[in-house]
């Protein structure tokens, strides 16, 4: 088989690899109805409270959230219930982008993954997108592929917090799907 790849089907292999190295999307957007939000009864300065926006919106790994919630806590006290869903959400926005979201909409109890636009894009043979439609199989009476126009879209009922949202994309990311 190792030869076979090597040789006969090369370049074949060649495109594969490359769509599992690519970014898809350079960005995540979040749109929510949630209460996401540090109150003013917890950072009561409100430029303060906007610094403190900004820092968490250029996080990027693990490691400076759990650093920020450290700060925070040793600063202003334990995260109130709002805060700390807003802070998942950097996690949220990590995780979609691995699996080639575009943009995530947590509303009405549900969450609506808007898929690559690009239809050509080599994101649909990606592992990726074998995930996520792993997932959608998986989880049949929860979700729902939609398409609409030219935009595609994951739909996935009962998520009512920015941490099932979480699980969920962190189970797709987990999933061993069957070659």
Not at 97 to 105: D, T
């Amino acid at each position: 088989m190792q030869e076979l790849r090597k040789d006969e089907f090369a370049d074949l292999y060649k495109e594969q690899e490359k769509a599992e190295e690519q970014d898809f999307v350079s960005d995540v957007l979040v749109e929510s109805d949630l209460e996401l939000m540090f109150p003013a009864m917890y950072i009561p300065n409100d430029a303060e409270r906007v610094a403190i926006y900004r820092e968490l919106d250029n996080m990027e790994t693990e490691i400076e959230i759990i650093d920020f919630m450290k700060r925070l806590e040793d600063r202003f006290g334990k995260i109130p219930p709002q805060g700390r869903e807003l802070i998942r959400i950097v996690r949220l926005r990590r995780l979609a982008k691995s699996l080639g979201i575009e943009k995530i909409v947590l509303k009405n109890e549900q969450m609506i993954l808007n898929l690559v636009a690009d239809e050509n894009s080599p994101y649909y043979s990606s592992s990726a997108f074998d995930k996520l439609l792993w997932f959608v199989q998986a989880h049949a009476r929860q979700c729902r592929l939609r398409e609409t126009g030219k935009k595609r879209s994951v739909v996935i009922r009962d998520i009512n917090t920015v941490e099932t949202a979480v699980a969920a994309l962190e189970e797709m990311i987990g999933a061993a799907v069957p070659a």
